[in-house]
């Protein structure tokens, strides 16, 4: 349910038929068990649905590999039905969308050019596009370092940051709204980074200035002093691109 675009009746027949039948062998035996359309398959793909299906001990194809083996398929299927065009190809029958194909555990053969997988950069666009997450590695892999510390160098036993202006990159992992005697706004977040998770306290000047960006973006660039107790006293928030 977390993958963008996936209709809950793919998923409903993705789970039946996978109780019932076993698990998913190949990409070619998942596209004749599972009426799919095309869009929903190449997502399934590009989030790393497939990065381990395999039949015994082949070894799993890679994703760009698997989006040409889909489009080699429908192509086929194009070419064998021109006239119905108008047809979504995901939800023709197995023998129409494989009507020469070998068994579903068999690879596709690839022609005479050579495929790459995805950069470690494109695979963590494409997860957190599609799923919101990333899953293999982090989002903040994807913005590049320029002097900022780690958020293991503010922890409570790092007695030398204490009271220091310092820089972080954060992803906002959670955030509450407090309200000050006087009626006005505060907020206090919850960052992680690769090596651990650090608080930073929006006082009411600086949430009347940034408090909007929790709801904008999840990346940010936190600045602010370390307070004796661990979390930053935020002068600034700046949202980062990935």
Not at 109 to 132: G, M, V
Request: charged fraction near 25%.
């Amino acid at each position: 349910m977390q993958i963008r675009g996936l209709r809950s009746e793919t998923i409903a027949t993705l789970l039946r038929e996978r109780e019932a039948r076993g698990l998913f062998r190949s990409l070619d035996d998942f596209l004749s068990r599972v009426p799919v359309e095309r869009d929903e398959i190449e997502t399934l793909i590009k989030c790393g649905a497939f990065d381990d299906v395999t039949d015994g001990p082949v070894k799993p194809s890679m994703r760009p590999e698997l989006l040409w083996q889909l489009s080699r398929s429908l192509g086929r299927l194009a070419r064998a039905h021109p006239a119905t065009p108008g047809v979504a190809p995901g939800f023709s029958p197995a023998s129409l969308l494989f009507p020469n194909a070998a068994p579903p555990g068999a690879a596709a053969p690839l022609d005479a050019f050579p495929l790459t997988d995805y950069t470690p950069e494109l695979r963590l666009r494409y997860e957190q596009e599609l799923l919101e997450v990333c899953v293999s590695g982090h989002p903040l892999d994807l913005v590049p370092r320029n002097g900022e510390i780690w958020s293991t160098e503010i922890a409570p036993n790092h007695r030398s940051c204490r009271g220091r202006r310092v820089t972080l990159l954060g992803w906002l992992i959670t955030f509450r709204h407090v309200g000050t005697k006087d009626y006005r706004n505060m907020m206090f977040c919850t960052f992680e980074d690769q090596r651990g998770t650090f608080e930073a306290v929006l006082f009411p000047e600086a949430y009347e200035r940034y408090g909007a960006l929790v709801f904008e973006t999840r990346t940010m660039r936190v600045t602010g002093r370390v307070e004796d107790e661990g979390p930053i006293n935020c002068e600034k928030l700046e949202p980062v691109k990935m």
